[in-house]
Nanobody
Framework: QLTLVESGGGVVQPGGSLRLSCTAS????????VAWFRQAPGTGRVGVALISSKGDSTAYADSVRGRFTVSRDNEKNTVYLQMNGLTPEDTAVYYC??????????????????WGQGTQVTVSS
């Protein structure tokens, strides 16, 4: 079975940090570009970060640039999202998605072949 599993979510105070992981099972993630998305309560899902299959190219949404860092360890079949300086506006369910391409430059959801189930991030004092 081909799956992506996110982990690392939780409750954190404003200004805090979390690192999310996205681990592939049943397929090699190193030939897939990966995106992180998030969905806040009552809103649609939006993209926040992209990383190429080899990790040589990244991109960020304006809302997270300078605070979030996407990286990957292909030996561990895992992509990470380091989130610093969290604010209540970052509260959302975070999803990773994999695209069968070396590079991706879109958050169009239909582009992506595999999706994780999501992990909840709550920023609250």
């Amino acid at each position: 079975q081909l799956t992506l599993v996110e982990s690392g979510g939780g409750v954190v105070q404003p200004g805090g940090s979390l690192r999310l992981s996205c681990t592939a099972s049943g397929f090699a993630l190193d030939v897939y570009a990966v995106a992180w998305f998030r969905q806040a309560p009552g809103t649609g899902r939006v993209g926040v970060a992209l990383i190429s299959s080899k990790g040589d190219s990244t991109a960020y949404a304006d809302s997270v640039r300078g605070r979030f860092t996407v990286s990957r360890d292909n030996e561990k079949n895992t992509v990470y999202l380091q989130m610093n300086g969290l604010t209540p506006e970052d509260t959302a369910v975070y999803y990773c998605a994999a695209d069968d391409a070396d590079y991706v430059n879109t958050y169009w959801e239909n582009e992506y072949d595999y999706w994780g189930q999501g992990t909840q991030v709550t920023v609250s004092s």
